[in-house]
């Protein structure tokens, strides 16, 4: 009998599990397409994107985008895959359940936490910065002490000082409560309010693109690649630092994947909604990009709102009143993104033992697991008022890696054990063998550059703590504990493998 963390869930059981579940399959492939879209393209391109330049990257910011969508492209393949050959909820979880066994999952899960629920926390930051300079464009001042976190990080000299006052960002909590009450309503309404707005957000920022580009300044693209002032700051450390913060950008194109339990024909419609909406996405982000470093300075970028201030070098209201109202909007359809699949997320946890049944009771109505969506979307809300976005992105960026690279790792595992499944789609570009096992190209790319992706996060988290700043080494180390406290005083014994059970209930 294997030690608990060794359990692994056998594939036709995580498939039977999927079918047997009461979650209504009405999503076709532009439904997926628009999820991935939707989860994506969010504070990263409004927000992290200003704070990448001006802290670590400059105009070089272009090259940190093509490296981050490099290391995604290669775990967006991974992850069709396997989408393919495992059409069942729960993502990389349900991977890592199957390929690694349950211990793994287990970190699986509590990492895409990180990735999902912790990082909608970021997205309402970014919001709330946008929905502030609207209203007060408007002649309504919210107080600071309304629209500021908890905890502050300022830099003093060469430290970093956290300052904790009484306050707390209140539109960005009150937009994680808005967004958790329209998920409880239903996937398929959910999802004609997340089309809409995914629409309208995509056109917006084509909209500054377009306007944006007859305002360039070439000359602040020069020099491209600023020079190297230290730690990671600038010169080709800053271009990795910054594709490390700039990967939180990226988070939610695989969201799709957690959507296949609702998919019509998920075999074929996931694997396209995963890479579809990795390509729109990129092109995107570099249009965006582009253009922002060629409006502002760069070291004037480091602040919530980037396209705002990039709209007021312009000297157009109307186009200002465009992005500001586009950005918020928008950023309601990454947050109804991510908390939907971080719901869906705990549902296949809360099935297999792992979490309360909580999360996995449905509204007799609609269906949805609306016990859980409401704990997830009060807790994300506490988060956004408390805690400041530059942590909760490097936070999200290396939960997000770390997920990833299990994803690759479990492309491997499988053609190695289960050479034979059937596979609606395979990676590309083939493999090699070393003494009888398969590598391939892809996944191991995948996973060289996931670690590439945490490699800079590990460093400026090790020298804040040397400048006197030990709340992100805390707060993971915090984290880390928490789920190894909690699997093993709850987890490992409720486990429905570890009871021999199949009931999905």
């Not at 690759?408 to 590309?428: G, H, K, M, Q, S």
């Amino acid at each position: 009998m294997p030690s608990s963390g060794l359990r692994r869930k056998r594939l036709e059981h995580a498939a039977r599990d999927s079918a047997a579940h009461a979650l209504r399959r009405t999503l076709g492939p532009v439904h997926l397409v628009l999820l991935g879209v939707g989860s994506t393209v969010g504070a990263g391109i409004y927000v992290m994107t200003g704070v990448a330049a001006a802290n670590y990257a400059g105009p070089a910011v272009l090259l940190s985008f093509i490296l981050a969508g490099v290391a995604c492209l290669f775990t967006a393949l991974s992850y069709a895959e396997l989408a393919s050959l495992m059409p069942v909820a729960g993502s990389a979880y349900t991977y890592a359940y199957v390929s690694l066994g349950e211990g793994a999952a287990w970190v699986v899960g509590w990492l895409l936490l990180l990735e999902y629920g912790i990082s909608c926390a970021g997205v309402a930051s970014g919001l709330s910065g946008y929905l502030v300079s609207l209203l007060h464009d408007g002649g309504v001042l919210v107080p600071q002490a309304l629209s500021t976190t908890t905890v502050q990080v300022v830099q003093v000299a060469s430290a970093q000082v956290v300052h904790v006052g009484r306050r707390f960002d209140l539109p960005g909590a009150v937009s994680i409560l808005l967004v958790t009450a329209v998920l409880l309503v239903g996937v398929r309404e959910s999802f004609r309010i997340n089309a809409a707005i995914v629409l309208l957000k995509v056109g917006v920022l084509l909209l500054f693109v377009g306007v944006g580009l007859w305002w360039v300044q070439p000359a602040l693209w020069t020099p491209f690649i600023p020079a190297y002032e230290g730690g990671l700051h600038y010169g080709v450390p800053g271009i990795f630092r910054a594709a490390s913060l700039i990967f939180f950008a990226y988070v939610g194109f695989e969201a799709v994947s957690t959507a296949a339990g609702e998919a019509r024909n998920p075999r074929r419609d996931v694997p396209l909604g995963i890479v579809g909406a990795l390509i729109v996405c990129t092109v995107l982000y570099m249009a965006v990009a582009a253009v922002l470093v060629g409006l502002v300075p760069w070291r004037g970028l480091g602040v919530a709102d980037p396209l705002a201030v990039a709209v007021g070098v312009m000297g157009l209201p109307w186009l200002a009143l465009c992005i500001k109202l586009g950005a918020v909007i928008g950023l309601c359809s990454v947050l109804l993104g991510l908390l939907y699949a971080q719901s869906r997320i705990f549902y296949t946890m809360a099935q297999d033992g792992l979490l309360s049944t909580l999360f996995c009771r449905l509204h007799p109505r609609f269906l949805t697991p609306w016990h859980g969506t409401l704990v997830l979307g009060a807790g994300v809300a506490a988060a956004t008022a408390v805690l400041p976005v530059e942590m909760i992105g490097d936070l999200v960026s290396l939960g997000t890696a770390m997920a990833f690279g299990v994803v690759c790792l479990t492309v491997i595992w499988l053609r190695n054990v289960e050479p034979d499944l059937p596979r609606a789609f395979r990676v590309p570009l083939g493999g090699f063998h070393v003494r009888g096992i398969w590598i391939g190209y892809v996944p191991l790319l995948g996973v060289l550059f996931c670690l590439v992706m945490i490699a800079p996060l590990g460093v400026d988290m090790l020298l804040a703590l040397w400048a006197g700043n030990p709340l992100p080494v805390a707060l993971l180390a915090g984290y880390a504990l928490a789920g190894w406290v909690f699997y093993h005083v709850y987890g490992r014994h409720h486990s429905r493998m570890g009871q021999g059970s199949s009931d999905p209930r």
